[in-house]
């Protein structure tokens, strides 16, 4: 069988007063919708080359709120899940001009000035987690149209294709998982998407000499190795949003932002979460 069609279950058990955060947690590591059943939760994983290093991630992060947190692991088949997504991903209004759709609803039905559809692969790209969700308010509150923006990390392309949306000119797609080509590109023609969108999958992308905007919207253990690497892609005078950040790790993603071009404009927050808007020096 193909490996994209075998998903990693994980049971996860883990005391009450973590479970929200740890579910969270889990689904930014671009998890399936959660299941709960009383003490434990399940999530999905895609059976890929990088499961091993997301699971890595999620049990260490576990045992870091709890040091009696569980885990156990079973391969499933990828099919099971189609029905859970289609109870778990609902429309999701952004802002009253923003709303994201999963590709079952009909866009007609709404009447949101910004209708962005996806087929559902992955929780980080969905519109359902915060992260995404705060990304997804500070573009519209930044795009003011023709702007070239580099997406770090574009997942299932939902903020690229936001962007172009919103009025941008262009937009640029770094992503290293070959697993995410397919969705994207599902994801572009759904939103009637031909031009505009260039994506790159590769560990050395090829990117323009200055871009106007970037979003890049990662966990802290991929996004601090990385973001340097991007520090003088952006104009001067142009804007940064960086996400996929705890409210716990604030200081230390301000102590890194400190040793960037970029300055702080405001920080974005809902629940446990955290991103910034920064302009460049």
Same mark, same amino acid.
């Given at each position: ?10 049971? %996860? ?18 998890? $399936? ?5 009383? /003490? ?10 990088? %499961? ?5 991630? $999620? ?27 289609? /109870?778990?991903?609902?429309? &999701? #209004? ?31 790209? &969905? ?21 070239? %923006? ?12 936001? /962007? ?90 301000? /102590?890194? $932002? ?20 920064? #302009?460049?020096?």
């Amino acid at each position: 069988m193909d490996a994209v069609s075998q998903w990693i279950s994980v049971d %996860v058990n883990i005391p009450e007063s973590h479970r929200e955060l740890a579910m969270d947690y889990a689904m930014a590591l671009g998890g $399936l919708a959660i299941v709960e059943n009383d /003490a434990v939760f399940q999530v999905s994983y895609p059976l890929n080359d990088d %499961v091993q290093v997301i699971l890595g991630e $999620l049990k260490s992060f576990l045992l870091r709120q709890d040091a009696t947190a569980m885990v156990t692991e079973n391969v499933v088949d990828r099919e099971n899940w189609n029905k859970n997504w289609q /109870a778990y991903f609902k429309p &999701t #209004e952004i802002t009253p001009d923003i709303i994201i759709l999963p590709e079952w609803e009909d866009p007609d039905g709404f009447s949101h000035r910004i209708k962005t559809r996806i087929k559902p692969a992955m929780a980080f790209g &969905t519109g359902t987690h915060e992260t995404t969700q705060l990304c997804l308010q500070i573009l519209n509150d930044s795009i003011l149209g023709n702007e070239h %923006v580099l997406d770090v990390g574009t997942g299932s392309g939902i903020l690229g294709i936001t /962007a172009l949306h919103l009025g941008a000119g262009a937009v640029d797609a770094l992503e290293n998982d070959t697993f995410t080509e397919e969705n994207i590109n599902d994801n572009l023609e759904l939103n009637g998407i031909t031009s505009g969108f260039k994506l790159q999958i590769t560990e050395a992308p090829v990117l323009q000499s200055y871009y106007d905007l970037m979003v890049v919207n990662i966990i802290r253990a991929r996004l601090f190795p990385i973001l340097p690497h991007f520090f003088d892609s952006v104009r001067s005078g142009g804007k940064v949003i960086v996400s996929g950040l705890l409210a716990t790790e604030d200081e230390e993603t301000r /102590a890194l $932002l400190e040793t960037s071009p970029w300055k702080i404009l405001q920080p974005y927050t809902k629940n446990e979460w955290i991103a910034y808007l920064c #302009e460049v020096k």
